[in-house]
């Protein structure tokens, strides 16, 4: 049998967070004035990310498959602060996920 491919599931399994989600969520967004604690937001993205679809997009090629990795992830990003605080206000929520991107 030859393989095409191994898959991992490698958040959580063999790469670890240097911080917890809701913390990096919370110290980014105060600097882009937006003020949730990092509980709040560590349990919103739980609940967001058990719910989210799957992130694979087969037949795409390599470039074309990391815009829509960052595209979901925007999305991911967008629904932890809905479910967070449906009143939090980013003055611009594209500079904070650029910033959480980067980091």
Excluded: C
Excluded at 75 to 103: M, N
């Amino acid at each position: 049998m030859r393989f095409a491919a191994v898959l991992f599931d490698a958040a959580g399994t063999l790469i670890a967070p240097a911080e917890p989600v809701g913390e990096t969520y919370s110290r980014l967004a105060r600097g882009h004035g937006v003020e949730i604690s990092a509980a709040r937001l560590d349990d919103a993205f739980r609940r967001v990310f058990a719910k989210a679809p799957a992130n694979v997009h087969p037949g795409e090629s390599r470039e074309r498959a990391a815009e829509l990795e960052r595209a979901w992830w925007r999305s991911r990003v967008r629904e932890t602060f809905r479910a967070a605080d449906g009143t939090a206000q980013f003055r611009e929520f594209d500079a904070y996920f650029a910033a959480l991107w980067d980091h």
